[in-house]
């Protein structure tokens, strides 16, 4: 390996088969293995693997963490607040708020007057359950590119929800069913009812349960929950129910009446993905920047380089550089999995409904 | 255009015929006019305007956007009308949004020269939704699974009429239906069916069930051969021509052949078939025989039809009833003096194309039944049954007309591959498609199902789907080769889209041989014996 060097951002921060390597901090970003140690930047589980000896994360990701993963040790974690200064070897790092999820951080890494922000996931629109988007400017930015194409510009999910609620008025005896995932987008979409004046109880699947008692106990009121299971049939009558993705299309639904089947999802954008899924009602409502904030973001960091880790980087880069920045895509592996991961996989649905037919790769949209 | 977006914006994803319903009537209710009354026109008889043809589009969002980036685009969303819709870089605050009614006056007066002008100021001001609403109107075929009838079946309910009132009418209205629609809502009079060549609403027989068959009075019945085409009603009125389908829909652009017959003035009512010389002939010794169904599928549903079709595929109506004849109205005479007035009608004309379907002579019940039974000819699906004195009424009463369907063939077949299926059985995997043995030992897929069990033996059947997957293709399983089903259907015909070569009729399963193995299933070779003709 070169010499470290602050000139050449690359040679100190750079990948290896475990993930995202700060070499001068002895320390991962986000590991895809387990490692001695990571910094963490959100609690999906394509960031948050487990079996790490130390973690360095903030106290909201370290608890979804322990919830998603009992048999971590407790040892070796560190809470660090949004905004505070932590050493790692030659390294100073910060968490800064991405707006993704709950607890979700950029890690902002400086050495020697060299700053490279790796922003995790992130997103621009304002969110009721995460604190918003902090733009540090740096050297180098680690983009996502999650939905890095020009065809993905999300709308306002105020309307998104005003669209499950006109449906709710067009098919009042039928249940609604939104898939959601379990971390993040559930209790998104749960604020975002209950601002839209959605005040009954919103039914939610097992899968969810842990992940919402823990949003609550973070801060974040949700209003009335109720198991989906222990409702009578006909309670569920024009009730509004989430369950992950891999729930709305399997045996786990046939016990509502007659479902409306919903899914909040970036991806809900293009009509074929939608069909894939077999949604009736595309919500899209998305954790992630569209390709607009994309753009906008790298302007407002203002970093002269940029590296994109995962999504459609090739889209990105491409305009990026022809808007002058120094683009490159950056191979992790790993990322951009969380519907399919063991820790999605709802408690309720048999191994055998493990979702092989979800759609590979994509990540939480 | 906001609610008329988001409404075909629900209804391509709604399987359902009632919540495509629900959603019609919705919008219906609340979408002002003149915009619903060219939503109407757009969802029951298509727009077309000239000058917004697919190359113009691309050529617009070409000029605004990096090429490279909407390759990339193209390719991952697959339809150039989403793409364009999803990519078009927005000018927010450029143009006024418009209306849906605005957008089709303005094209319907443009010149050829103005079109592209004025669709890139509407991309400009609408939202990706509306964008792709108004490239899918502007282009032709809407294909959010509507059809007229259903459009029509949600102008019903919403007015709280009967479908056969506004089918009577239709034809003599206009878009954008500013008096149907006031009618409806009770501010307005009926509007007059006026003059034009109108549908007249069908009557339609119900299936005569074996326990009712002893009971059968059948004295006061004719008979006649059940033709397997498609119904139709032919119309000629004050130098208009249309061919109805059953269900009011215009299908004359699609055989112009039967369009050039209609050289008098009447409403006509029989069965649309391709009707060509052939080695066995009509039932009647005729030299021209009934093709199989598939030649008529070759007709259907297209806008233009070229010579060498219409040479190798012509068409035919063979008639049984007639409702008009120039202005008189003869729906309320009974049968038999409607058949002697239709016989009258054609012996006078000599309509090419067009010919009369036979009575069958028949002196007792047995000898009908047996009848039934031998109508295995090309083109015959077994008996109609229509009370003498029956007048001609709307709908489907209970009584006057039967349709006597030979019994079905059946098969045992092998499930090969299940679907997942929509709506209510999107959990299920309720589609199969299932095959027969080759000489050598192979299973070639037969034909598919999806309907013929209850929900418990749905359960069961997804169940064993599940335990028994070999692959995974999307949606759909290929299963082991281990469970049969007794299918049935109501003929087997030669088909080149099948690698078994052969198509089946209306397949449903009739039966699940949980108990049967899968190699003492059919062979193609027995299919095959099963075409007729």
């Known amino acids: 390996m070169k010499t470290p060097d602050p000139r050449r951002p690359e040679s100190w921060v750079c990948v290896r088969p475990q993930g995202l390597y700060v070499a001068p901090g002895d320390f991962y970003v986000d590991p895809a293995r387990p490692v001695e140690r990571a910094v963490v930047t959100h609690g999906h589980a394509d960031h948050a693997r487990p079996g790490h000896a130390r973690v360095l994360a903030t106290k909201e990701t370290l608890a979804i963490m322990a919830a998603r993963y009992p048999g971590d040790p407790a040892t070796g974690r560190q809470a660090l607040a949004y905004g505070e200064a932590v050493r790692l070897g030659e390294v100073t790092l910060r968490l800064v708020p991405a707006g993704h999820v709950l607890g979700s951080a950029q890690a902002v890494l400086e050495w020697r007057g060299c700053r490279v922000v790796v922003s995790g996931d992130y997103k621009r629109r304002r969110d009721p359950t995460c604190a918003p988007f902090e733009v540090v400017p740096c050297d180098v930015f680690v983009t996502e590119a999650t939905f890095g194409l020009p065809v993905f510009r999300h709308p306002e999910a105020a309307g998104e929800i005003a669209k499950l609620l006109h449906s709710l008025e067009v098919f009042p005896e039928r249940t609604h069913l939104v898939g959601v995932y379990a971390l993040g987008k ?13 005040e009954r109880p919103l039914y939610i699947h097992g899968a969810l349960q842990a992940l919402c008692d823990l949003y609550e106990a973070q801060g974040v009121p949700l209003g009335p929950l109720a198991p989906a299971t222990a409702a009578a049939k006909g309670e569920l009558a024009g009730a509004i129910v989430l369950a992950p993705p891999s729930a709305i299309a399997d045996r786990w639904a046939r016990r509502l009446s007659d479902p409306v089947t919903a899914m909040a999802s970036g991806w809900m954008r293009v009509r074929q993905r939608a069909r894939q899924r077999g949604v009736e009602l595309p919500l899209i409502v998305s954790d992630h920047a569209d390709w607009d904030e994309l753009n906008a973001t790298l302007d407002e960091v203002a970093a002269p380089e940029v590296w994109v880790t995962h999504g459609n980087e090739e889209a990105l880069v491409h305009h990026a550089c022809a808007r002058g920045f120094r683009a490159r895509a950056l191979s992790v592996v790993g990322f951009g999995e969380e519907d399919d991961t063991p820790g999605e996989t709802p408690p309720e649905t048999p191994p055998e409904e493990a979702p092989a037919e979800a759609t590979r790769g994509e990540g939480a949209g | 255009m906001r609610l008329f977006a988001a409404l075909l914006d629900r209804l391509v994803y709604t399987p359902q015929r009632n919540g495509k319903l629900r959603l019609m009537v919705d919008y219906f209710r609340h979408a002002p006019d003149p915009d619903r009354g060219w939503a109407l026109a757009a969802l029951s008889e298509g727009l077309a305007f000239r000058g917004a043809k697919p190359a113009l589009i691309r050529a617009l969002v070409e000029a605004r956007t990096d090429p490279v980036l909407f390759r990339w685009s193209y390719d991952y969303v697959g339809d150039l009308a989403e793409t364009v819709a999803l990519i078009w870089p927005e000018r927010p605050g450029a143009n006024r949004e418009p209306s849906l009614h605005e957008v089709v006056e303005a094209l319907r007066g443009a010149g050829r020269s103005e079109v592209p002008g004025l669709l890139e100021r509407w991309l400009d001001a609408l939202e990706p939704t509306e964008r792709w609403a108004l490239l899918k109107l502007i282009t032709g075929g809407l294909r959010v699974g509507v059809s007229a009838r259903l459009a029509k079946t949600a102008l019903a309910e919403l007015g709280g009429q009967e479908v056969a009132e506004i089918e009577e009418i239709w034809h003599g209205l206009e878009p954008p239906y500013g008096a149907l629609f006031a009618w409806l809502e009770g501010r307005g009079d009926k509007p007059e069916p006026g003059e034009a060549a109108a549908f007249r609403p069908l009557m339609l027989a119900t299936p005569l069930e074996k326990q009712e068959v002893e009971a059968l009075p059948f004295a006061d019945y004719l008979a006649e051969w059940k033709w397997d085409g498609i119904r139709v009603q032919l119309v000629a009125r004050g130098g208009e021509r249309r061919i109805f389908s059953r269900t009011g829909d215009d299908i004359g652009g699609a055989f112009p052949d039967i369009l050039e017959a209609l050289d008098f003035e009447a409403t006509l009512d029989g069965e649309l078939l391709v009707v060509r010389p052939g080695p066995n002939g009509g039932p009647d010794g005729s030299p021209e025989e009934v093709a199989p169904f598939n030649d008529l599928q070759q007709r259907l549903n297209r806008k233009t039809v070229s010579a060498k079709l219409l040479q190798a595929h012509p068409a035919h109506v063979r008639l049984y009833d007639i409702l008009f004849e120039g202005a008189e109205d003869l729906r309320a005479l009974p049968l038999l003096p409607r058949r002697a007035r239709l016989e009258a009608f054609l012996a006078r004309e000599r309509p090419r194309r067009l010919d009369l379907s036979p009575l069958i002579d028949f002196a007792s019940m047995e000898e009908l039944k047996a009848l039934r039974e031998a109508a295995r000819d090309n083109g015959i699906e077994g008996l109609m049954l229509k009370r003498k004195d029956s007048p001609y009424l709307a709908g489907r009463p209970k009584g006057p ?58 359960k069961r059947l997804d169940k064993w789907v599940r335990d028994h997957t070999t692959e995974r293709f999307g949606p759909v399983r290929a299963v082991e080769p281990g469970l049969v089903l007794e299918v049935a259907f109501d003929a087997v015909q030669p088909s080149t889209r099948h690698k078994s070569g052969l198509a089946m009729r209306f397949p449903r399963v009739s039966r699940i041989r949980w108990d049967k193995p899968a190699e003492e299933a059919d062979r193609v070779e027995t299919l095959r014996g099963l075409v007729e003709g």
Do not use: N
């Open chain 1, 186 to 198: 559930a209790q998104r979409v749960i604020c975002l009812l209950r601002e839209a004046g959605w």
């Open chain 2, 401 to 458: 007309w039967y349709k006597w369907k030979r019994d079905p063939l059946v098969a045992d077949c092998v499930l090969m591959y299940a679907q997942r299926g929509h709506g209510k059985r999107s959990s299920f995997y309720s589609d199969y498609t299932f095959g027969a043995w080759t000489e050598a030992e192979e299973l070639v897929p037969v034909g598919k199902a999806y309907f013929g069990f209850t929900d418990e033996e749905l």
